[in-house]
């Protein structure tokens, strides 16, 4: 358990369609990331927040993405019209009050 | 920019130690972190080390922290069959992580 659910695990969606991700930190924590892996490479930073605040959006965040942290609590990243190049895994981390960094165990996104 | 980097492949035999390393360039890194990932999985963290210390052992893992060179090292002794994994190296300053490509880690019997 790390802390970090996220739901869910794995999302087959068509061309087109939006497709709406969910990352609930259970554990008290500071600060939640958005990630994204594809095969063979490392996370991307996509965004982060500190409480209900986006402090910081990469250019990899199209306008077709959108991430909101509505209480401060639970987070949710939503990609409007989906391409094929958004099939990846989708990850979600949290840095807790004495630094580590956990990720949940991801999204699996696959655009058909 | 932040960047971090990492050989792709290290191949060690069953019981020998397994040594990943990593460079960094954002000197203002204060936390570095070493992720495991096995296939299909997510990111496992394994330890950290603060930008200030030089070293630390957890159980069979030792990190170094080279700061004035930017290198970080991970040091697994013993390395078991159980320790085949995608090794992430990442650094942390005031805002985000940003992670290497990963070091894929391969036991020979």
């Known amino acids: 358990d790390t802390g970090v659910s996220q739901d869910p695990r794995h999302k087959i969606t068509k061309r087109g369609q939006n497709v709406t991700f969910r990352c609930d930190p259970i554990?008290?924590?500071?600060?939640l990331y958005w990630y994204r892996q594809t095969l063979g490479q490392g996370p991307e930073f996509l965004t982060y927040?500190?409480?209900?605040?986006?402090?910081?959006k990469s250019r990899l965040l199209s306008d077709r993405f959108s991430a909101e942290r509505p209480k401060g609590s639970f987070s949710t990243l939503e990609i409007q019209r989906t391409e094929q190049g958004d099939s990846a895994m989708y990850l979600c981390?949290?840095?807790?009050?004495?630094?580590?960094?956990?990720f949940g165990q991801g999204t699996r996104l696959t655009v058909v | 920019g932040e960047d971090v980097e990492q050989s792709l492949f290290l191949s060690v035999r069953e019981g020998d130690s397994s040594v990943i390393n990593c460079t960094y360039t954002?000197?203002?890194?204060?936390?570095l972190y070493w992720y495991k990932q096995e296939p299909g999985a997510g990111l496992q963290l394994l330890t950290y080390?603060?930008?200030?210390?030089d070293m630390k052992q957890d159980q069979r893992l030792t990190v170094l922290l080279n700061k004035k060179d930017k290198h970080l090292s991970l040091r697994i002794a013993d390395t078991q069959t159980g320790d085949s994994a995608i090794y992430f190296c990442?650094?942390?300053?005031?805002?985000?992580?940003?992670f290497g490509k990963g070091t894929r880690l391969h036991i020979l019997p």
């Open positions: 080390i603060f930008s200030n210390m």
């Open positions: 981390a949290i840095t807790g009050m004495n630094t580590e960094a956990f």
């Open positions: 954002d000197s203002s890194s204060t936390y």
């Open positions: 990442a650094e942390r300053g005031d805002d985000k992580i940003i």
């Open positions: 927040f500190q409480n209900e605040a986006q402090l910081e």
């Open positions: 554990s008290e924590h500071n600060r």
